[in-house]
């Protein structure tokens, strides 16, 4: 666009840059060297390489060069994002994109601009596909996965139908953008069944691409047709069907090729397969060898493979379901075609005829491939038929003409083929389900020009023309909408309509009908052709004739002028095929070949169209006709083009255009004059010129207001109205009015206003910054004075001190002199003074010590003397005290004995009295009388006591005695024939146990003496095996000492590939559970699917009945405790070692034969118990007369339950007389001496009959008296009922001499009778089950005889093996026969510690059951003796222990498992203990292991995990209740593993804990289920989760600016319309994922679920977080900046705090985390000099090469005052990084999942503390 007067004002100043013409480069930049001032007729500039040149400019039009857009803008997404939108513009920002970015991909408005990057990029995966699903077109990178999702996400929300139209030049990559954007369809939509439908549709792209694709000059994979595929989806948008219509197959290159091309790719892949045994028929060889593959030179193509192409061809071909023999038609019929362009034609001498060699072998084989006759075929290639009104004439033709007639016969039979292979797929394609709607790809050759140009090219420009009209309409109408919608004046946009040039073409007499007006003239000439177009549009301005020529015209079409040469247009629009031929072929033996002509007899070959399309055929039927032709190529051409063109018009069109850079394909070569050529010819300029027309350039007001909030003032951005703020400031910044539109939610700027703008706002960040930088100038000025003046204050400082230090020093010195002279003056003076002193002392020590001697004398003397006088005057005083002392003591012993001598004479006088006496005895008397009494009254008691128990005994023996007699004599009178037969039963039963006894024992001798030769024999061999034993450890030490070095190294690398192979292999495992889980919950869809189109009353499948572990898993019911005992003896095995694998092997045997027989033995015991039960639930029926109908119902039903006790008891008696039965036969079974086995087994069998007899007599005793005392007193009750009749006299009854009641009798008989009954019944039963047992025993004798032939058979073997054979044989015979043994004595050793067991509980049991007995004995006899009570005292029951299970019966099974599984809800346990259900179903579980039913414990668990699994179907969007689930299977697991038994797990249980263990099942294989459900809830859970966050992650991670103020908005395009986007999308900030992420946490704490799971799963989540956020910037250029490094780096640091407030910093989260944060950093590091790119490198160990390349490539500057990453960087971080190993993938896989791990967290609550809340509805649970 040139600059207006508007504009002037940005051309004055000194240095703006503008665009200027260049011939090499199309368009240069240069810079202003001076100040333009209006009226100047040059400007001075200065261009890129510092030269300077004046540019002229025309004063008259004023037209000045464009001005070039800010560097911030260049490198946009979208071309309307510039502010200066023209030619220059566009080609430098694509230049740019492409080469420095190497962004292929550019939106320009409603158009993406691809250009061909001649090289493959990793950016069509399918982590980018996902990456894109979901995404608004403008919020990602372009892409033609934008595209296509824009297209998909408008046909799901406006319900339209949509096109993408892909235009280009041949080789600018058409074919594959069309691919990639059906790939795109068909992975995200998937099909609508299990048809793969998208996988068919993908298929199709082979077979097109082999028969319709050719190598040209421009490209190696040209397509030569033009094509539309539908691809049709349903309600749910699901792919189910597509459609294909082409359009102009390029016939001519079938027989024609030019230099440097290719005909279609089949034919050479067929000649490089030819060498293929089913290919020999085709008689093919190299592609040089035929005239029609050859003509262009080189017949391969670099880096392309035919033979591997032709394999995926017929792949595709078998896909599509074309079978075999079609396909070897097919090839046939392709190789005819080359045999045919072989044929040799020779011209006969007169040129008017020419002739075939009827031996020409490509001729032969032409007519063997397609089945026609051999002589027709060479005669009607050199002659044609001529038909008159009169006659028909037969012509020969010359040379030229048969080989025209050749070639359009080869053109004809290709086409043919061409139509009848689309119609196929088609035919695959199409489905009978109703479409709902359609996306079309249409993808067609773009404009075209040549040097010589022709046919081909006209129909191709004339297509183009009519899809730039359709472009430049919808364009047109997408701006009139857009202001329409943002309420702005409308003013109408002059804009290029080429329809003046449509209707030279099509209109009447245009060139195509006079082009068949032609035709069909008999001797129509191209030169007659040419003439009339001269003629007839000379005048037109689109129609012009060369000047050199007479045989071409000029067509000046939008894009260029074409000049086409006329040479062969009629030829080609005839396309004439002789009608005999056509017959020949017609008559084919081959179906496949006389189909193709006989359809083109019917219609021509147009390809069938979609049924659910509102349009019609491509082509229409036309009606046979016997000329060459029907209907022209142009009007067909015509035709197809119009129907086209009026599906596009219904549909809602997406336009994608591809520009070739190059014409060498080059890889990221950009040729400005090329792209140039094809951006005018592909329509982009044009929609730079309409969009420029108008308003280019839109804001939204929230993006305008924080871009340019620097202009506004102050008080103006305090206000809350961000739109009268916009106003405000844009009315008085820009004073035209014109310039801008305020719209209802964006605003609309003229073409460099947005220019304008931003140099405002760069000069107020100038001015700004020139502020900042003087302030901070001056503060580093001030700063550096402070320094200054400080450093100089310190060296003053320092100064003085060392002056002050030297003046100190010498005074110091002085001093020290003075004391020096002091101190030795002072010594010379001391030295003298002590001589003196010293001779002066000398003198007085004499003369003091002779004084001192003679004083000394003297005293001595007198001292002796004092000693003398002391002794003498002691011994006279101590004389003289003797004699007193002696005289004193004579005088006291005198007077003391005289006063003892009177008072004793006193006391006798007082002893004598007898009152003292009296007193002595009054006390005594009275506790004597006291004693006498109470004796008396005890021997008065006692004695009442003893009458009273003597009467109470003697009462009590009569009664017993009377009624022993009365049993006894009933007993003799009824019973004494059972009796006999019972004593003759048992007579045989001890014959026949004499007589096994005696077998047995004969057995037993033999077996031990062979026994005791086969030990002696192994003890012989053990010794000889020690031997070898010793030399083979000595070579093991040896081999091992040798090793051991070695295994040392390798050990550490051997647990590190052990570790990631346990890893791998755990998600592998997790992976097969996700897809087993997906495939189940798609069975059940399907199902449901079924059952909803089905819609038949009653016959409908609850898929709930059928148990998953039942039909899927196959698991066993239950594990007993004999499979724990074989897993037990198998670890032991395998600790044996490898040296002995064969007897490892051996011993494996015998235990699997070992289990079967224990499997085999534990059923026969069941069905054994379970007859028995059935035989002692049975009720004896008892007889009542017909004369008791009187009786009340009521006794009936007291004695009913009174015999139902008696025999409940009884019952359990004989089950405990049973167990010991057993028991002793496995005692006699396990010793090898049948001696004493016999006997102790009899003489038991004896006493336990004995015992049962005397049991069953007190039992029937106590029944009598029970039944007489409750018939007595119901006839008290009923004192009114009549007598019974009476009955004979004559009946004796025992004890007749007392008198007896009728009625008492007749009960008591009754009773009698039954009461035989009953004991005859219990008789029967136990000799049955003696005979079982003799049974039994029978069988283990068997079993023993089979046991020594086995081993009969064995020792004959032995002994004809070799010595170290039998050996190694006798070793493994001896292993498995310990084996065995010891197997019984640890089963024997288990069933006693059960039996014990049970028989302490039942102990237990009983003491409870006497102490209550006894209790309530005493409380009734004190109830007896407190006759003044009314009122009836209750005696309550003492409580048991609770012991950690939950008994429920098996109907209770369903309401168990829907009140606690199917119907709770997670609030409802809110405050109680967390995993409540979980601990629950373990109590009902312990409990049916107590009872030892293993079907109660299949069925509860099966129907506990399908109700589980019904519950997440149900509720599979709901996290809490997915987590609440979670939280109650791991805590299941874990009880199944915490009370196993297995000592693994119990390690830090208690002993209350450890009682709480299952006793009879191993659940091992019910844990691997749960196991298996716990992966599935979790990744159900992980699903949920991520569904929740992830519309949450880009928003708060990228977009949110949780930095007010950091970010900037660039300016955006057309792109970020409202038009392209969701209106009302939601913007979430990082609070929001934290508030998201706490209550996940909240929730799961809640629910207990385990903290290592917790872990798992924030680890998880923060991956998906740092997958989405990192796949999602290095998509988008808008977010590669500085300010988002920044948000960056504080929203992780937030994240990381929030992990560190929760405890979760140990989860690993943060590390997964680490490729994100590294992102954020490269946004914010250094990006120019070698030094930073190496820090680069080092920093970014995490990313990629590709994702940092990405990223440099990616990263926007937001201001001017930023630089852009040079290319030169980018290279040097790419030439530093190419030793990495990184992976092929650009983004990260946001979908991966970590393989989760249940570590085992037992719990510390015992089963007994746990309290079951009402609101479950769990009553009918009773605890044990």
Known sequence: MRSDASLDSMFGPQYTRVWIP??????????????????????????????????????????????????????????????????????????????????????????????????????????????????????????????????????????????????????????????????????????????????????????????????????DNSSRFGKYIQIGFDKRYHIIGANMRTYLLEKSRVVFQAEDERNYHIFYQLCAAASLPEFKELALTCAEDFFYTSQGGDTSIEGVDDAEDFEKTRQAFTLL??????????????????????????????????????????????????????????????????????????????????????????????????????????????????????????????????????????????????????????????????????????????????????????????????????????????????????????????????????????????????????????????????????????ASKFPLVADLFHEDGDSAPATATSSKVNVRSARTPLKASNKEHKKTVGHQFRTSLHLLMETLNATTPHYVRCIKPNDEKLPFHFDPKRAVQQLRACGVLETIRISAAGYPSRWAYHDFFNRYRVLIRKRELAGADKKAACRSVLESLVKDPDKFQFGRTKIFFRAGQVAYLEKLRADKFRAATIMIQKTVRGWLQKVKYRRLRAATLTLQRYCRGLLARRLATHMRRTRAAMVLQKQCRMRRARRAYQRVRRAAIVIQAFARGMFVRRIYHQVLREHKATIIQKHVRGWMARRRFQRLRGAAIVMQCAFRRLKAKRELKALKIEARSAEHLKRLNVGMENKVVQLQRKIDDQNKEFKTLSEQLLAVTTTHAMEVEKLKKELAYYQQSQGEDSTLQLQEEVESLRAELQRAHSERKVLEDAHTREKDELRKRVTDLEQENALLKDEKEQLNKQILCRSKDESAQNSVQENLLMKKELEEERSRYQNLVKEYSRLEQRYDNLRDEMTIVKQTPGHRRNPSNQSSLESDSNYPSISTSEVGDTEDALQQVEEIGLEKAAMDMTVFLKLQKRVRELEQERKKLQVQLEK??????????????????????????????????????????????????????????????????????????????????????????????????????????????????????????????????????????????????????????????????????????????????????????????????????????????????????????????????????????????????????????????????????????????????????????????????????????????????????????????????????????????????????????????????????????????????????????????????????????????????????????????????????????????????LSGVKPTGYRKRSSSMVDGENSYSLDAVIRQMNSFHTVMCDQGLDPEIILQVFKQLFYMINAMTLNNLLLRKDICSWSTGMQLRYNISQLEEWLRGRNLHQSGAVETMEPLIQAAQLLQLKKKSPED???????????????????????????????????????????????????????????????VLFPFNPSSLTMDSIHIPACLNLEFLNQV
């Open 1172 to 1605: 028995r039960e059935q035989q002692d639930g049975k009720k004896v029926p008892v007889e009542q007369p017909k004369n008791n109908l009187d009786l009340d119902q009521d006794v009936d039903l007291a004695y009913n339950s009174l015999k139902r006790q008696e025999l409940e008891s009884e019952n359990k008696k004989l089950k405990n007389e049973l167990n010991e039965l057993r028991k002793a036969v496995a005692d006699q079974a396990s010793e090898h001496t049948a001696a004493h086995g016999a006997p102790d087994g009899y003489s038991l069998l004896l006493n336990q009959l004995r015992l049962a007899h005397e049991e069953l007599e007190v039992r029937k005793e106590e029944v009598l008296i029970l039944r007489t005392q409750i018939v007595s007193s119901d006839q008290r009750r009923l004192a009114g009922r009549s007598p019974e009749p009476s009955i004979n006299a004559r009946t004796s009854w025992p004890n007749s001499e007392k008198h007896v009641d009728q009625e008492d009798a007749i009960e008591a008989y009754h009773g009698v009778c039954q009461t035989n009954q009953l004991l005859e019944a219990q008789l029967q039963a136990q000799s049955r089950e003696h005979e079982e047992e003799v049974e039994g025993l029978k069988a283990q004798v068997e079993a023993l005889r089979e046991e020594m032939d086995r081993q009969q058979q064995t020792f004959c073997q032995t002994l004809l093996l070799s010595p170290e054979a039998q050996v190694e044989f006798g070793v493994q015979q001896e292993i498995s026969r310990l084996t065995n043994e010891n197997l019984d004595l640890k089963e024997l050793v288990e069933k006693l510690e059960k039996n014990e067991r049970k028989l302490k509980k039942q102990l237990k049991i009983y003491m409870k059951k006497v102490q209550d007995l006894e209790a309530a004995q005493a409380l009734a006899q004190s109830e007896k003796k407190r006759h003044e009570l009314n009122r009836q005292v209750t005696v309550q029951r003492k409580e048991k222990d609770f012991q950690g299970m939950l008994e429920y019966h098996k109907e209770d099974e369903a309401l168990l498992v829907r009140n606690l599984v199917t119907d709770l809800k997670p609030q409802t346990l809110a405050g109680t203990v967390p995993c409540l259900p979980a601990y629950i179903l373990y109590m009902c579980i312990r409990y049916a292991d107590y009872v030892n039913d293993d079907l109660k414990v299949h069925s509860l668990l099966t129907s506990t995990i399908n109700g589980i699994k019904r519950v997440l179907k149900k509720h599979n969007d709901d996290f809490e209740m997915t987590s609440f689930w979670l939280s109650n299977t791991c805590r299941l697991l874990h009880c199944l593993k915490q009370y196993s038994g297995d000592e693994g797990f119990m390690t830090q249980n208690t002993a209350k804990q450890n009682e709480h263990c299952l006793k009879n099942f191993d659940l091992t294989e019910y844990r691997q289920v749960l196991s298996d459900l716990s992966i599935q809830i979790y990744q159900q859970l992980i699903k949920i989760a991520e569904g929740l966050l992830q519309p949450m992650i880009v928003s708060a991670m990228l977009e949110n600016e949780s930095i007010q103020g």
């Open 321 to 586: 379901g074309v079978r075999e023999s079609h396909q070897i038609s097919i090839f046939k019929i392709i190789a005819s075609i080359l045999h045919l362009g072989n044929v040799e034609i020779q011209a006969e001498r007169d040129g008017e005829s020419c002739s075939i060699s009827p031996k020409d072998e490509h001729l032969s084989n032409f007519c063997q491939l397609l089945g026609v006759e051999h002589g027709q075929m060479e005669h009607w290639l050199c002659h044609r038929k001529l038909v008159t009104t009169s006659e028909t004439y037969v012509k020969t033709m010359s040379l030229q003409q048969v080989v025209n007639a050749r070639n359009a016969l080869a053109k004809h039979i290709y086409a043919q083929l061409f139509g009848w292979i689309v119609a196929h797929i088609n035919k695959a394609l199409h489905t009978s389900l109703k479409q709902h709607s359609f996306i079309g790809v249409l993808d067609i050759y773009g404009f075209e020009t040549f040097e010589v140009n022709s046919f081909e090219q006209f129909c191709i420009n004339y297509a183009n023309e009519k899809l730039q009209q359709q472009f430049n309409s919808h364009v047109f109408k997408l701006e009139q909408e857009e202001y329409m919608k943002e309420q702005i004046p409308w003013t109408l946009i002059d804009f290029y309509d080429n329809q003046p040039c449509i209707d030279l073409i099509e209109a009447k007499l245009g060139i195509l009908d006079l082009l068949d007006e032609e035709c069909k003239v008999p001797k129509g000439t191209d030169q007659n052709w040419a003439q009339k177009l001269y003629d007839r549009h000379s005048s037109s301005q689109h129609f012009q004739k060369p000047r050199m020529s007479n045989t071409a015209f000029i067509v000046v079409h939008f894009a260029d002028k074409v000049e086409y040469l006329s040479d062969g247009f009629l030829e080609k629009n005839r396309d004439t095929v002789y009608e005999e031929q056509i017959n020949i072929l017609k």
């Open 1733 to 1795: 790119a190496e820090a680069i490198c080092s920093l970014c160990s995490s990313l990629s090469t590709q994702q940092i390349v990405k990223i440099l490539n990616l990263y926007t500057p937001l201001n001017e005052f930023e630089e852009r990453v040079t290319v030169a960087f980018i290279r040097t971080i790419q030439a530093q990084l190419q030793d990495r190993n990184d992976p092929p993938q650009l983004l990260l896989d946001f979908k991966h999942m970590f393989p």
């Open 22 to 219: 260049d011939p090499d480069e199309v368009w240069r930049s240069a810079e202003l060297t001076k100040d333009y001032k209006e009226g100047e007729k040059s400007l001075q500039l200065r261009l890129e390489d510092e030269t300077v040149q004046e540019y002229p400019i025309d004063v008259q039009s004023n037209q000045l060069p464009f001005l070039r857009n800010p560097d911030i803008l260049v490198g946009e997404n979208d071309l309307t994002a510039l502010s200066y939108l023209h030619e220059p513009a566009v080609l430098h920002n694509l230049k740019v994109r492409f080469l420095e970015s190497n962004h292929i991909y550019t939106y320009c408005g409603i158009v993406l601009v691809a250009i061909n990057p001649y090289e493959q990029l990793p950016i069509y995966g399918q982590d980018v596909i996902y990456a894109y699903s979901g995404q608004n077109m403008g919020d990602m990178d372009p892409h033609i996965f934008a595209v296509a999702e824009e297209a998909y996400k408008q046909m799901a929300r406006d319900e339209k139908n949509q096109s993408i139209i892909v235009s280009g030049e041949s080789g600018a990559g058409k074919t594959v953008s069309a691919k990639y954007a059906m790939r795109y369809f068909a992975t995200v939509s998937g099909s609508a069944g299990d048809t793969n439908i998208e996988e068919r549709v993908l298929a199709s792209s082979p077979i097109m691409e082999a028969i319709g694709n050719a190598k040209t000059t421009r490209n």
